[in-house]
């Protein structure tokens, strides 16, 4: 969608490295999800973020959101070969949208070892 | 817990046939939502439903897609005819509400539907 703009589209990383992926709205998010697609299967769900500010982690993976509620990034320390696949980042227009969530068309990540 | 269930896995067709894809939410979720991917559009929503009842269909791309939700375990997409430019991957996903600013959608492993 071009409503929800995803940095990089592919990244290519050496094993150890960090990195960030970012996802970028011109409108205010009502819910930002990001997920983890494998090549050839389906979403798994990393985290949700609600609040402006907010910032999750899991394991190695942390996202936040900014403060006015248009941009997250997912950040990746000390990436590791399973970390490789799709990250794609949606995100709810709220009743306006009439509760649709839209997604970005993803980050590729490749992990080197 | 089962997650969300989808059939069949890999459907191969002949354009103009009809294909029916078919889904099963996790227990409890009251909202179903129907997915495309594909390399150029990546994930489209087509249509979902609260309560069995569909609440918005503007996704769906024209009138050869349908889609119905009979029960609140039971959900299916039909594609009739089926052209080659429906080859996508499906995929459904069930949360608990529709408010989807509170609630995660949880995603099934998709349907890879090839139309030669």
Redesign the interface.
Known sequence: ?QELEQSPQSLIVQEGKNLTINCTSSKTL??L?W?KQKY??????LM?L?KGGEEKSHEKITAKLDEKKQQSSLHITASQPSHAGIY?C?A?L?RTG?????????TRLFVKA | DAGVIQSPRHEVTEMGQEVTLRCKPISGHNSLFWYRQTMMRGLELLIYFNNNVPIDDSGMPEDRFSAKMPNASFSTLKIQPSEPRDSAVYFCASSRELAPSTDTQYFGPGTRLTVL
Request: glycine share 30%; hydrophobic share 40%; aromatic share 24%.
């Open positions: 969608s009502y819910g999800y997920y050839g299967e389906g979403l798994i769900f949700m609600q794609l949606g709810a709220g009439g509760f649709k969530t839209i997604f970005g068309a993803g």
